[in-house]
């Protein structure tokens, strides 16, 4: 449980930061130019979009998490309901990858 609003209030900094990118065209197109380090998909999110952005982000080689309900993760970046955040900045990426990890082994 701890993780989990450890990972919240580190995509609230990354969006206060403008390291967030939020929605799926927009995330697709960072990923695409290399710009993307990082995609954390709701757990909720379609079937659709869930292949979509696995498959870019496979054929790119940025890492995806799934992570968290579109309120929960909307809610963290104090915006309405998010699928699909792709975070641009490195160290925030890395924060966020050690601490997703960490929390689908916990």
Do not use: P
């Amino acid at each position: 449980m701890k993780d989990k609003q450890k990972i919240f209030q580190l995509l609230g900094l990354a969006t206060r930061a403008r390291m967030i990118v939020t929605g799926e065209d927009l995330a697709i197109r960072e990923v695409q130019n290399g710009k993307a380090h990082l995609v954390i998909v709701s757990s909720d999110a379609s079937a659709n979009t869930v292949k979509k952005i696995t498959d870019k982000c496979t054929f790119f080689n940025v890492e995806k998490h799934v992570f968290g309900s579109r309120e929960d993760l909307g809610h963290a970046i104090g915006k309405e309901s998010r699928v699909i955040l792709a975070i641009t900045d490195a160290g925030f990426a890395k924060k966020l990858s050690e601490l997703l990890n960490e929390y689908n082994r916990g």
